[in-house]
């Protein structure tokens, strides 16, 4: 039997071996506030919208997928990133018309075996089940961390001799049939002393200024002190399947 999707609602007891995942993050990525504020709700107050990848043959919990509903009037210049769209969610101040991916990861043992598609594909079958318009997701390009001082707007329009995005994550999502709507400008906001970014990094960060950081997309601001990561992603739509 193939890997399958299930959301935490039909399978708990997969979500209480989520910790069998490798960590696929740089250790800063750990240190959104609002992320880490937030996302424990995910599962206590929508657990049928967190999804899980499973393959039963041989009893691995092989990835992660997490989405929530929100309301969007389908304008891109009104799309916030992850720490906006986590509170609004939860906020739940207008209908939901949209489901919005948070996240979605394969464990780095499984990386290159193209298992990320399932993931991205339940969560367009689950905005279709649920009825709303569409599924928008914040995309963390791949291999933007090898192009810190690039103009994002620029790095997200690569593309190889095929016509195809040049990055990985993008380019498949863009096989599935999602299109390029915005740039979430502050998807992520990490902020942190000097020590808290030496520690996170192994780095040292003797006076103020930009910083390329390690899988850091752009680059880290330090200033009085303090060290600021305000981290940009790429809006993409699916319809629903």
């Known amino acids: 039997m193939p890997a399958q999707i299930f959301s935490d609602s039909e399978r708990p007891d997969l ?14 990525i750990h240190h959104d506030d ?39 009037d389908g304008r891109s210049e009104t799309l916030s990133g992850v720490i906006d769209a986590l509170p609004e969610g939860f906020a739940a101040e207008a209908a939901p018309n949209v489901l919005c991916a948070l996240v979605a990861i394969v ?45 994002f707007e620029d790095y997200i329009r690569w593309t190889r001799d095929d016509g195809l995005p040049l990055d990985p994550w993008i380019r498949l999502h863009a096989r599935l049939g999602a299109e390029i709507i915005g740039i979430a400008e502050r998807s992520l906001d990490i902020k942190g002393s000097v020590a808290d970014w030496e520690s996170w990094t192994g780095m040292h960060f003797p006076q103020d200024g930009d910083y390329v950081v390690p899988g850091a997309l752009v680059p ?8 600021r990561y305000v981290e940009p992603n790429v809006w993409m739509r699916h319809s629903p399947r």
């Open 107 to 151: 464990d780095p043992r499984q990386q290159g075996s193209g298992l990320s598609r399932h993931i991205i594909e339940g969560m367009a079958e689950l905005a279709g089940r649920s009825g709303f318009e569409c599924l928008i997701a914040p995309v963390r390009p791949t291999w933007k961390d090898r192009y810190p001082l690039t103009p």
């Open 34 to 72: 609002v992320v880490n504020e937030w996302w424990p709700l995910l599962h206590q107050r929508l657990p049928d919208f967190q999804l899980i990848l499973y393959d039963a043959e041989t009893d691995t919990v092989l990835g992660r997928g997490c989405t929530i509903p929100v309301a969007w």
């Open 220 to 227: 880290v601001r330090f200033e009085g002190g303090f060290g």
């Open 15 to 28: 979500y209480d071996r989520l910790d069998e995942l490798g960590d696929v993050w740089p250790e800063f």
